[in-house]
């Protein structure tokens, strides 16, 4: 069981946009500005798309934006392209314990 | 831009340690910028991080494996390394090496090595 919380799956046409969610607590996407998202295409290694809640790092598209409220960070990709098609981690920097990284189950994302 | 490369046995038998080694190119691994990590992905299934080692040799592991996990830096050869005892079937996985920028940002990842528990 992944220390935090996101939709085993969504789903969204071509040129639509999604919302994928990831739910922890308060010792980490809560307490911390340190939640990140990972696209992950088959048999590839992840590829950061998102870092410390909202920054986009260099070379990646603005049509995916990151956000947080409380507990619950927020991945958003709007003008959803072919090529979305993957899957989607977050993670968090924690404080339970011991400070270490705690990433989501991952999300299926379909493009219809 | 940093370069990252996983090497070590593809298959190690149940009850022994699994040693994997990662190059870093590009950078230097004693950059104050950066921690170290590793992460694996059991096949068809989830990340899971299983720590964080900066170039001092201060590491953060996770707290579920960490009886089993030593990692270590080696700044003479831009390497860091994993050690993981007393495997079994369930420490087969994809075994990454990224860079964290830091808050367990892992911007720059390996390409994954398989490594497969069994006798």
């Known amino acids: 069981q992944s220390a935090l919380t996101q939709p085993a799956s969504v789903s969204g046409s071509p040129g639509q946009s999604i919302t994928i969610s990831c739910t922890g607590t308060s010792s980490d996407v809560g307490g911390y500005n340190y939640v990140s998202w990972y696209q992950q295409h088959p048999g590839k290694a992840p590829k950061l798309i998102i870092y410390d809640v909202s920054n986009r790092p260099s070379g990646i598209s603005n049509r995916f934006s990151g956000s947080k409220s409380g507990n619950t960070a927020s991945l958003t990709i709007s003008g959803l392209q072919a090529e979305d098609e993957a899957d989607y981690y977050c993670g968090s920097q924690t404080s339970s314990i011991t400070p270490h990284v705690v990433f989501g189950g991952g999300t299926r994302l379909t493009v219809l | 831009q940093l370069q990252l490369q996983e090497s070590g046995p593809g298959l190690v038998k149940p009850s022994e340690t699994l040693s994997l080694t990662c190059t870093v190119s590009g950078g230097s691994i004693s950059s104050s910028n950066y921690h170290w990590g590793w992460i694996r992905q059991p096949p068809g299934k989830g990340l899971e991080c299983i720590g964080t080692?900066?170039?001092?040799?201060?590491?953060y592991y996770n707290p579920s494996l960490k009886s089993r996990v030593t990692m270590s830096v080696d700044t003479s050869k831009n390497q860091f390394s994993l050690k993981l005892s007393s495997v079994t079937a369930a420490d087969t996985a994809v075994y990454y090496c990224?860079?964290?920028?830091?808050?367990?940002?892992?911007?720059?990842w390996g390409q994954g090595t398989l490594v497969t528990v069994s006798s």
């Open positions: 080692i900066y170039y001092s040799g201060r590491t």
């Open positions: 990224a860079s964290d920028r830091g808050g367990g940002n892992f911007d720059y």
